[in-house]
């Protein structure tokens, strides 16, 4: 689809305003539910996932790969690759507006003016043949309705704003380092400063110099744009730096949810005990690393029950059967385990 006329655009402006719910928050999913069906399988993706951030607070989505945490947030801004991808159920929406429910030409709008992503490998998420100036102009083009030569000047402010030269403009992406072409996907996901962002893995990729560059770079963006942040990592540190609230997920379900002290001082889930207890003590170099033992099940075929069970040194015949009980130990607090139906059971933490 090209770029919408200027009275095509004011159409959609109107329907926009008439679908959004006033006064929601940044993001709001309910029980979504998302499957790759192929003609041999259905890959059960994400499995009821609910959650809701609020505007200008900034959550960590944490878990191993393979735990649903991409494919969530591609349902986020209506991008789930059909087929094989399709949505079975649930509410997804953005400051108010039900991503499900959008003409192709309202998401154009939405997304990268309210809603941007910044993709988890930055040596193929940047087209080679164009250069980053062009890249970056493309959305400014589209969403602040600027000239060409504009949005280029534009563009190479966005490239200043990150940290790199603005008259590299008219490089292109193999000119570039790693680090540096992440910056770019970063400058191009916040060239029309949306108010929600969805980092995927934005460091996985780089060295521990770049990767604190970046991660600062993103704190104080955040901070001067108000933006409601969605930080997709397996690196606590990471969650620990930038989040204030903390989702674990686990085969297509958030395990545990909470604030970041409840989920970091207060721990709750075997599993995110797990991830805790895998990180090494910087105060005991004797003492060894505990890694979860076994790997996640298939996600085509999913257990009865807790999918952590086999993995799992609390787990009993209680947990292979029935749904999994959703407990809370505080209002903005929860995990989904069996376990604490019995009311004096703790978990143990290493670390």
């Known amino acids: 689809m090209g770029l919408i006329n200027k009275f095509t655009r004011t159409n959609v402006e109107e329907s926009l305003k008439k679908k959004r719910q006033e006064n929601a928050a940044a993001v709001e999913v309910e029980n979504l ?41 591609l349902a986020l801004m209506n991008m789930v690759p059909y087929p094989p991808g399709v949505v079975k159920s649930g509410t997804v929406k953005v400051n108010g507006l039900d991503m499900r429910n959008l003409t192709p030409a309202e998401l154009q709008t939405v997304r990268g003016s309210e809603i941007a992503m910044i993709f988890q490998d930055p040596m193929t998420s940047l087209n080679p043949v164009l250069s980053v100036g062009e890249q970056i102009a493309e959305s400014i083009i589209l969403h602040r309705h600027l000239t060409e030569k504009e949005a280029m000047v534009e563009a190479g402010k966005m490239l200043e704003m990150v940290g790199i030269d603005p008259n590299r403009v008219g490089e292109y992406p193999h000119q570039f380092s790693g680090g540096m072409r992440q910056r770019v996907g970063i400058a191009i996901a916040l060239a029309c400063n949306p108010t929600v962002l969805i980092a995927d893995e934005p460091t996985s990729a780089l060295d521990v110099t770049i990767q604190a560059q970046i991660l600062r770079m993103m704190k104080d963006l955040k901070e001067k744009n108000d933006t409601a942040l969605i930080m997709i990592t397996h690196d606590l540190g ?63 075929n999913l257990p009865e029950g807790c999918a952590f069970a086999d993995r799992c040194a609390y787990a009993t015949d209680a947990c292979r059967k029935g749904n999994v009980p959703v407990h809370s130990f505080s209002e903005t607090h929860y995990a989904q385990c069996t376990a604490y139906e019995n009311p004096e059971f703790k978990i143990r933490r290493g670390n």
């Open 238 to 300: 990471v969650v620990a730096e930038l989040c204030d609230e903390v989702a674990v997920m686990y085969a297509g379900r958030i395990v545990e949810y909470g604030k970041l002290e409840e989920v970091f001082n207060h721990t709750k889930h075997p599993y995110t005990e797990g991830l805790f207890n895998s990180l090494p003590n910087i105060n005991s170099r004797q003492q060894k690393l505990q890694p979860i033992p076994g790997l996640m099940p298939d996600p085509s």
């Open 33 to 73: 539910v998302v499957q790759y069906v192929t003609s041999t399988e259905t890959v059960e993706a994400v499995n009821g996932i609910s959650l809701k951030l609020e505007k200008k607070h900034t959550l960590g989505l944490v878990g191993e790969t393979g735990a649903g945490k991409t494919t969530a947030m």
